[in-house]
């Protein structure tokens, strides 16, 4: 017995947007929760993120603290022309995100206005925001048990994994009323 092994693929065109190039300047993280069935993309190298149903439609375009609105980047075409190359490294406003619920968790090397200068060689900075009511929770740190930076964040039902290295840590996040 043979097994239908095609697959449809349609493109949903109009989601991301360009600013500068269409490439570089919209790439960032898609994550997905379970509970409802969200999907979500923060774009690397800007203030923004996008909050989309399980059949891509877009729900909300929000943004974080962080005052870079468009992204700064310098890309010009290869010798060859045919690809774009970046000329320098990019501003990096978000390295990574997890949705959970109702809450989307972003993790930045950029300081808030009134941060110690040294805080991130002391920690990776977690900033928190309620999408569906458009507001900002809170911020935390995950205190750095050596120079390591954080490479991948994913939280699920009040816990947070965190993986530095080849090190994965689990915490609970607890809120206000307990």
């Known amino acids: 017995m043979d097994k239908d092994t095609s697959t449809s693929v349609s493109l949903k065109h109009g989601i991301l947007e360009k600013q500068i190039d269409g490439v570089f300047d919209v790439d960032g993280i898609l994550t997905y929760s379970t509970e409802p069935n969200l999907l979500s993309y923060v774009y690397y190298y800007r203030n923004e993120y996008i909050i989309m149903d399980s059949d891509l439609t877009v729900l909300k375009r929000q943004q974080t603290l962080d005052t870079v ?31 959970d619920g109702e809450l989307i968790y972003t993790n930045s090397n950029r300081l808030g206005k009134y941060e110690d200068n040294n805080m991130l060689d002391q920690a990776s900075i977690i900033d928190v925001y309620n999408w569906k009511n458009d507001i900002y929770g809170y911020s935390f740190y995950l205190y750095k048990e050596r120079s390591e930076h954080v490479n991948e964040i994913k939280v699920s039902n009040n816990t947070l994994y965190v993986l530095v290295g080849n090190r994965l840590s689990t915490y609970e996040i607890r809120n206000s009323d307990n």
């Open 69 to 99: 609105h468009k992204a700064h980047l310098q890309v010009a075409p290869s010798k060859q022309g045919a690809v774009t190359e970046m000329l320098a490294p990019p501003l990096i406003v978000n390295n990574n995100s997890s949705l």
